[in-house]
């Protein structure tokens, strides 16, 4: 067995400070961990802030259509959906136009939930934003929204 790199470890410090993809992970972890702790109180995760979020809708929403807007395959969605389900906080139900689809549904009590979790949203995100105001946070999120757009529209 050879001593010999096969990738230098410059290049492994390079990538890690300048690899967009790492960076923007790192970031992601870090928004989670924070919000996660901070709707503790509400009994949700982050995650679960933005699926009940994406449901709060006047018509229920097909699985779908929840499942690109979150940028998630169906299969993590419907893995997601499980817990607030068992909690009352979503109904899936059989679409009566199309029977192979699933319409979600915010409950009363996961509305109640969502009603709880904004507050506090609101709070910790404007904490956030104010500790990012050097880098523009209405130009970061153009600029991701680009990306998600620009690669969404590739695959599909």
């Known amino acids: 067995m050879s001593n010999s790199r096969d ?7 390079h990538i890690r400070d300048a690899c967009l993809c790492l960076h923007a992970q790192r970031a992601a972890r870090t928004l989670s961990r924070i919000f996660d702790e901070a709707f503790q ?10 699926l009940l979020n994406a449901l ?3 018509d229920s929403p097909k699985v ?3 499942a690109q807007l979150l940028a998630m ?8 959906l499980k817990p607030l389900e068992r909690d009352g906080l979503v109904t899936i139900k059989v679409d009566p136009d199309d029977r192979r689809s699933r319409l979600l549904h915010l409950t009363e009590t996961g509305q109640k ?7 506090i949203w609101r709070d910790l995100h404007a904490a956030v934003e104010a500790e990012l105001t050097a880098l523009q946070p209405d ?6 929204s ?5 690669r969404s529209s590739r695959q599909g």
Request: hydrophobic share 40%; net charge positive; proline share 8%.
């Open 139 to 144: 130009a970061l999120r153009s600029a991701l």
């Open 146 to 150: 680009t990306l998600s757009r620009s």
């Open 73 to 80: 395959d169906r299969t993590t969605l419907t893995a997601a």
């Open 56 to 58: 709060n809708r006047p």
């Open 7 to 13: 990738v230098p470890f410059d290049t492994t410090i």
């Open 64 to 66: 779908g259509s929840v």
């Open 41 to 50: 109180p509400v009994g949700i995760t982050s995650g679960q802030f933005s």
């Open 113 to 119: 939930v969502l009603a709880s979790a904004v507050p």
